[in-house]
């Protein structure tokens, strides 16, 4: 009789630890979904590879597993950079505390944009460069960045450039665009950055 209660007992726990993970499982399904559902994929990078202003060298592959913002800028800008690196500082100080989210800001001056006149630049912005990465690199492989991969800008006319801020996935897909200086789509993005991180 005792060996019989065991056995039920013994199953009856089995059963509940077998629901209980299906549940889980079925949570973690429906959050995937509800990710992909609220943050559609609007591209995919291909690798890169750019110089931050610590002379080290940043790739898409490096940046894998982490989703971080990008934004593109040059430090001699007169139109929407400086406003546009003042949001990225406030998103950048924002996500302090949480680990994982990552921040590129893109010279499209790099013949200008050294990764000396860069680190001044981050250091104008009191950026951790260890989150935030300013790069710099071949003018062709940045242009053709920005609007082969980034669908920003124009190759006619590379410094004019797209006041947007772009939100990758740590596959390197594009999940969404925002105004830089538009203070809706930056809640927005805030909004679904922490999505993504979560």
């Known amino acids: 009789m005792a060996l019989r209660k065991s ?5 009856v726990i089995g059963i509940t630890g077998i629901l209980f993970m299906a549940s889980v499982s079925a949570k973690r399904s429906s959050k995937d979904i509800h990710i992909s559902a609220e943050l559609p994929v609007l591209g ?14 940043v790739t898409l592959a490096s940046l894998k597993g982490t989703p971080w913002i990008a934004d593109f800028i040059f430090t ?25 989210l990552k921040f590129v800001s893109i010279s499209v001056n790099p013949e200008v944009d050294t990764p000396e006149i860069l680190a001044a630049y981050a250091k104008s912005y009191k950026a951790d ?12 492989k940045v242009h053709s960045l920005a609007v082969n991969g980034f669908k920003l800008g ?3 006319d590379p410094i004019i450039h797209s006041d947007r801020f772009a939100l ?6 594009i999940r969404g665009y925002y105004g ?4 809706e789509d930056l809640a927005k993005l805030t909004r679904d950055a922490t999505l993504l991180l979560n």
């Open 154 to 156: 124009s190759l006619d």
């Open 76 to 100: 001699t800008c007169g139109g929407p950079c400086p406003k546009m690196t003042g949001q990225m500082a406030a998103l950048h100080q924002d996500f302090k505390d949480r680990a994982g």
């Open 7 to 11: 056995i039920l007992v013994l199953s």
């Open 180 to 183: 830089g200086t538009d203070p």
């Open 168 to 173: 990758v996935d740590g596959d390197g897909q």
């Open 129 to 140: 460069t260890a989150r935030w990465y300013f790069l710099t690199g071949d003018s062709e």
């Open 44 to 57: 995919q990078l291909a690798d890169f590879a750019l110089t931050s202003s610590e002379n080290a060298e």
